[in-house]
């Protein structure tokens, strides 16, 4: 029996992002019960990509009872929905079987990892506030993308003047204000700058010299397509709602790592259960954005744990 369910988390404070605000998660919850066993996965739809709450739940509710997790890759596209039952999935036969999934993927056990914590878009001041509240972190990520953006990094840099920096646009930049700041991104010490341009527009990063390391997100969901960003892009962000689940998440880092990019494993603002799966793909991953549950003001019961920017890997009763 597959059931799916709609379920929302307040958040800690309102996130901001380019495209706009919100003050709650809002995700999908799957249960797979089948043989006394059940498995859990969790999704988070996006307009972005042309999905809704409502669309998600009846492309999971079109699927067969007992369909295997071979048979979803081909019955659902790569997204939400897909996700969401693939690692239901995963969860349940690990279940059935008695053993992690780690193990029945053939990967080594997993280990804590250091995640990246999001900064919200808002005015420089209350962003150099903010960053000097978390600057005993490692890793600091910055929502921009809009036309006042470099007053916000310096804020940033002049609050956490120690913590790494990942800038992540979300496709607010043209050509002409990425070639313009992205000297002083290097200056101001910017590690990584995910998606500078729309997707739609991104070829002409094959044209430029990147001063700093791009990385691919909104370009970049599945292995199909994944040859066509070399030369545009040195990173890839491996979300599992853009590949549709661990299943094509894991195939995806093999690629990627063959093929010489980098990779960053990152997350939509939900709520422990989608982290968890997402853990598995990011042992060894160059940058780690799992830092949705930290964003929230609740959680699932059992939560994954986080001391300061170190997270643990899920406790059974979670997932896996």
Known sequence: MIRVSHDTFKLAQVFTIARGSRTEAHVLSVTIERDGKIGRGECVPYARYGESLDSVTAQIESLPEGISRAELQDAL????????????????????????VWELAGLEKPE????????????????RAAAAEHAHRPLLKIKLGTPEDMPRLRAVREGAPEAKIIV?????????????????LKKLGVALVEQPLPAAGDEALSEIER???????????????????????????????????????????ALARAE???????????????????????????????????LLAEDRDVPLRYKGSVVEPPEPELWG
């Not at 992540?168 to 002083?184: C, P, V, Y």
């Not at 370009?219 to 661990?246: A, E, M, P, Q």
């Open 168 to 184: 992540d646009a979300n496709e607010g930049w043209e050509m002409e204000t990425f070639l313009d700041i992205q000297g002083e």
């Open 211 to 253: 001063l700093v390391p791009i990385c691919a997100d909104e370009s970049c969901h599945t292995r199909d397509g994944l040859l066509n960003l070399r030369g545009k892009y040195d990173v890839i962000n491996i979300k599992l709602d853009k590949t549709g689940g661990l299943t094509e998440a894991l195939r995806l880092r």
């Open 260 to 294: 010489g990019f980098k990779v960053m494993v990152g997350c939509m603002v939900g709520s422990s259960l989608a982290m968890a799966p997402a853990m598995l793909v990011a042992q060894g991953a160059d940058y780690v954005d799992l830092d949705g549950p930290l």
């Open 112 to 127: 804590p990892q250091v995640t990246a914590y999001t900064l919200s878009l808002d005015t420089p001041d209350k962003m």
């Open 77 to 100: 596209p790569a997204g939400a929905a897909r996700n969401a039952v693939d690692c239901a999935l995963w969860d349940w036969e690990a279940k059935k079987k008695g053993v992690p």
